[in-house]
T-cell receptor, first 114, second 111 residues
Framework: DAGVIQSPRHEVTEMGQEVTLRCKPI?????LFWYRQTMMRGLELLIY????????DSGMPEDRFSAKMPNASFSTLKIQPSEPRDSAVYFC????????????FGDGTRLSIL | QKEVEQDPGPLSVPEGAIVSLNCTYS??????FMWYRQYSRKGPELLMY??SSGNKEDGRFTAQVDKSSKYISLFIRDSQPSDSATYLC???????????WGAGTKLIIKP
């Protein structure tokens, strides 16, 4: 069974550019979570979806961040415009039906904003 | 006070030693307790998952929950260099699907 797939693995771009991170969840998992990890703040939940519907986006830092899940097989996290303080590793994680099970993580996107 | 406290380390021990990793938490309503392992440049992967109190063993790993003290532990027996990683505790209540994460403890096993 394929795990959570994230792309790109690395992204380096200049401040002000739009950044789009992508996630393909594990088939059959109906919860999807976007996290950001930094040395200073650890792992932070940005937003999560249930059955493609955003449930809680209170962790999204600013209006520059947006996330979508157009279908059960795909989600995006977009930053526009990007700033150097957005540099971090962004993880997508998914969980089985009911959300009570453990979360399965992708290998993340390492984002550097110059 | 943070909801989950975890010493970031690093914790360095010789190969073969017993390792004890710990987290404390503040909310007595928490019911689900997890330990994740994260290797460098990889996503966290689930190691142990327990509900409520008690112990759970899986090979060289034992997870322990003490709800009266709001304290959870992960023990690693016969530690190996391949156990070198960051270990994160994660806790969840009954009614909320969000996990509360510890800061992670960096563990180094010296050959």
């Amino acid at each position: 069974d394929a795990g959570v797939i994230q792309s790109p693995r690395h992204e380096v771009t200049e401040m002000g550019q739009e950044v789009t991170l992508r996630c393909k969840p594990i088939s059959g998992h109906d919860y999807l979570f976007w996290y950001r990890q930094t040395m200073m703040r650890g792992l932070e939940l940005l937003i999560y979806f249930n059955n493609n519907v955003p449930i809680d986006d209170s962790g999204m830092p600013e209006d520059r961040f947006s996330a979508k899940m157009p279908n059960a097989s795909f989600s995006t996290l977009k930053i526009q415009p990007s700033e150097p303080r957005d540099s971090a590793v962004y993880f997508c994680a998914t969980s089985r039906v009911g959300g009570v099970g453990p979360q399965h993580f992708g290998d993340g996107t390492r984002l550097s904003i110059l | 006070q943070k909801e989950v406290e975890q010493d970031p380390g690093p914790l360095s021990v010789p190969e073969g030693a017993i390792v004890s990793l710990n987290c404390t938490y503040s909310n007595s309503a928490f019911q689900y307790f997890m330990w994740y392992r994260q290797y460098s440049r990889k996503g966290p992967e689930l190691l142990m998952y327990t509900y409520s109190s008690g112990n759970k063993e899986d090979g060289r790993f034992t997870a322990q929950v003490d709800k009266s003290s709001k304290y959870i532990s992960l023990f690693i027996r016969d530690s190996q260099p391949s156990d070198s990683a960051t270990y994160l505790c994660a806790i969840r209540g009954d009614s909320n699907y969000q996990l509360i994460w510890g800061a992670g403890t960096k563990l180094i096993i010296k050959p």
